[in-house]
C-alpha cells in the first residue's frame, strides 16, 4: 500500500506557474504507475497526466497539452506536475494518484490509491 501528499498549491495570477509534487510512503514507490487529476467547483473530478513507474512514458489531457508536464523521481519517491502558462480554467483542486503496476492509466477507477489533494487558484 502507498500513502500520498501532495503539495506546491497556491494562488497564483494567469500566466504564472507553479509546480506540485506528491510524495509518496512505502518501498515500493518505482512500481506504481502515477496519475493527477483535479476538481473544479461543481464539476467532476477529470484526468490531467499520467506516467509509468519508470517515467519513460507520460499522457497529458489535451486542456493541458503543451503547458504542463509530469515527471518523477523514484529516487526520492515523488512525482511531479510542472504548470506553466496557468488560466483561470485551471483553478482546482489537484489530486495524485496510484496504481499498482506500470502503464499509463487515465481513468480515475484504474487509481486504489488517492492523495488528499491540493488547492490551486488561478486569477485572471
Known amino acids: 500500500q502507498v500513502q500520498l501528499v501532495e503539495s506546491g498549491g497556491g494562488l497564483v495570477q494567469a500566466g504564472g506557474s507553479l509546480r506540485l509534487s506528491c510524495a509518496a510512503s512505502g518501498r515500493t514507490f518505482s512500481s506504481y504507475a502515477m496519475g493527477w487529476f483535479r476538481q473544479a467547483p461543481g464539476k467532476e473530478r477529470e484526468f490531467v497526466a499520467a506516467?509509468?513507474?519508470?517515467?519513460?512514458?507520460?499522457y497529458h489531457a489535451d486542456s493541458v497539452k503543451g503547458r504542463f508536464t509530469v515527471s518523477r523521481d523514484n529516487a526520492k519517491n515523488t512525482v511531479f506536475l510542472q504548470m506553466n502558462n496557468l488560466k483561470p480554467e485551471d483553478t482546482a483542486v489537484y489530486y495524485c494518484?496510484?496504481?499498482?503496476?506500470?502503464?499509463?492509466?487515465?481513468?480515475?477507477?484504474?487509481?486504489?490509491?488517492w492523495g488528499q489533494g491540493t488547492q490551486v487558484t488561478v486569477s485572471s
Open positions: 494518484a496510484a496504481s499498482r503496476g506500470g502503464g499509463l492509466r487515465i481513468g480515475e477507477y484504474e487509481y486504489p490509491y
Open positions: 506516467i509509468t513507474w519508470s517515467g519513460d512514458s507520460t
